[in-house]
């Protein structure tokens, strides 16, 4: 998915985000995740450890 020597994370959803505010639901959804285990390999940049940080509680980083 990365562009060569480009750094990448690889994150997990861990949690449900049934019941979480609308602005996290979307937050996920931004970054590739859509079910419970789903993982999704993305570019380490500055927009993506945001939006990371921000739901975090819901997610697994490697």
């Not at 990448?8 to 931004?30: D, F, N, Q, Y």
């Amino acid at each position: 998915m990365a562009k060569n020597g480009a750094r990448t994370i690889k994150i997990t959803l861990i949690k449900s985000i049934i019941g979480t505010k609308e602005s996290h639901r979307a937050t996920v959804k931004g970054l590739g995740l859509r079910k419970l285990n789903s993982s999704s390999e993305l570019e380490d940049t500055a927009a993506i450890r945001g939006m990371i940080r921000k739901v975090n509680y819901l997610l697994k980083c490697e």
